[in-house]
């Protein structure tokens, strides 16, 4: 009896790290994702601002459509000259991923 106790316990504690870890792997992923939409919205917001890109669409419409494409949702859309700064939003388990990001020529 005092064995079959002891290994209930522990299939107990090993169930509760798993899903814990999967909860934390799951996120993890989620802002990674929102990172790398919000990299790929900016530079194509700053690519059609700076006409490299030809567009009929504005550079924050381009920017939407991109993190749309990447599984995120925009927020903020700030074009400035040749630099575009944009924030996107993502969510996972009721919980948001937020990431930011800005491209354009260097400053100086």
């Given at each position: 009896?005092?064995g079959s106790?002891?290994?209930?316990?522990?299939?107990?504690?090993?169930?509760?790290?798993?899903?814990?870890?999967?909860?934390?792997?799951?996120?993890?992923?989620?802002?990674?994702?929102?990172?790398?939409?919000?990299?790929?919205?900016?530079?194509?917001?700053?690519?059609?601002?700076?006409?490299?890109?030809?567009?009929?669409?504005?550079?924050?419409?381009?920017?939407?459509?991109?993190?749309?494409?990447?599984?995120?949702?925009?927020?903020?859309?700030?074009?400035?000259?040749?630099?575009?700064?944009?924030?996107?939003?993502?969510?996972?388990?009721?919980?948001?991923?937020?990431?930011?990001?800005?491209a354009g020529?260097?400053?100086?």
């Amino acid at each position: 009896m005092a064995g079959s106790a002891v290994a209930a316990g522990v299939l107990a504690v090993a169930a509760t790290l798993s899903l814990g870890l999967a909860a934390v792997g799951g996120a993890a992923v989620t802002a990674q994702r929102a990172a790398g939409a919000a990299d790929a919205a900016a530079l194509a917001a700053a690519d059609v601002a700076s006409g490299a890109v030809p567009s009929a669409e504005a550079p924050c419409a381009v920017a939407e459509r991109v993190a749309r494409a990447g599984g995120a949702a925009l927020t903020t859309c700030v074009v400035q000259g040749f630099v575009a700064t944009v924030q996107v939003q993502s969510a996972y388990a009721g919980l948001a991923a937020v990431s930011r990001a800005r491209a354009g020529p260097p400053e100086g």
